[in-house]
């Protein structure tokens, strides 16, 4: 085998999938600070593997070994953070204060617990591009919305207009940071605060509306977001489990855009 000594297009990680910690990360579900909650951690490392596989030797590589013990003792260590960005962000620098190396830095962090009214929990994405000294891409930053489960009038037959019936709801919020939104929006930067004014209002617009179509009421979630808060895109996923008696979901899935003063994409 041709071993080379470095190859930029690689497509090869390094990854730990959900590594589940307990840490100090803004509030907790019922808007209590300094309370430790559960999180549960990806990372993924982009790194070339080629001399490692060709050699079979694990000094050419990064041990993933090691990366869960440098997280585990940068979590146990911390004494708390503000927000899910500030986390993923000082994590992003315990990656290059202990060397592993490699090119961009993938960061999932999900608060299982951190919504009353979220099942899944609330959850940040976040990349890290470059080697030694990274920089956060800020079109990477995506908040999600796990499983929100709400009952609302949906659907066109006669019985479905007489019953609110569950809908399973998902959200992806990609932050505006341009400063393109007026000033009247509120910020969504994974701070507890901003999360309790966003979910409230998301739920208040389901639990109120009466539509026919999944269509129209997942629009009508992406405009709430859209208008009220700084969010530059939004995808939603609507799902209704009892649509069909056979299949355990249906629904869909859109994605729309702030378009500044001209509306919404």
Not at 11 to 16: A, C, K, T, V
Request: proline residues 2%; hydrophobic residues 40%; charged residues 25%.
């Amino acid at each position: 085998m041709n071993v080379s000594k470095e190859r930029l297009d690689t497509q090869d990680i390094i990854f730990l999938r959900n590594l589940h910690l307990s840490a100090f990360i803004g509030r907790d579900a019922w808007g209590r600070a300094e309370k430790a909650q559960p999180v549960t951690l990806s990372i993924a490392l982009q790194q070339d593997l080629v001399n490692a596989a060709a050699r079979d030797d694990i000094n050419e590589t990064v041990s993933y070994g090691q990366i869960c013990k440098d997280v585990t003792k940068f979590v146990e260590e911390s004494k708390g953070f503000n927000d899910l960005l500030s986390f993923n962000t000082r994590l992003c620098e315990i990656a290059l204060l202990n060397k592993w190396g490699g090119g961009n830095l993938d960061v999932f962090t999900l608060l299982p617990n951190a919504s009353l009214r979220a099942e899944g929990g609330l959850g940040l994405n976040t990349s890290f591009i470059g080697g030694k000294e990274r920089m956060i891409d800020d079109s990477s930053i995506k908040f999600l919305v796990k499983d929100m489960k709400l009952y609302c009038i949906i659907g066109v037959n006669p019985h479905e207009r007489i019953s609110k019936q569950l809908v399973v709801i998902n959200l992806m919020i990609e932050e505006d940071r341009s400063g393109d939104h007026a000033q009247k929006t509120r910020r969504i930067d994974g701070h507890a605060s901003n999360w309790v004014l966003l979910l409230p209002d998301v739920i208040e617009t389901v639990e109120t509306s009466d539509y026919e179509t999944l269509e129209a009421l997942a629009t009508e979630i992406s405009t709430t977001a859209l208008t009220r808060y700084t969010v530059r895109s939004i995808d939603v996923t609507v799902e209704k489990p009892s649509a069909l008696a056979f299949v355990e979901g249906a629904g869909v899935q859109i994605k729309r855009t702030f378009a500044g003063d001209s509306g919404l994409n």
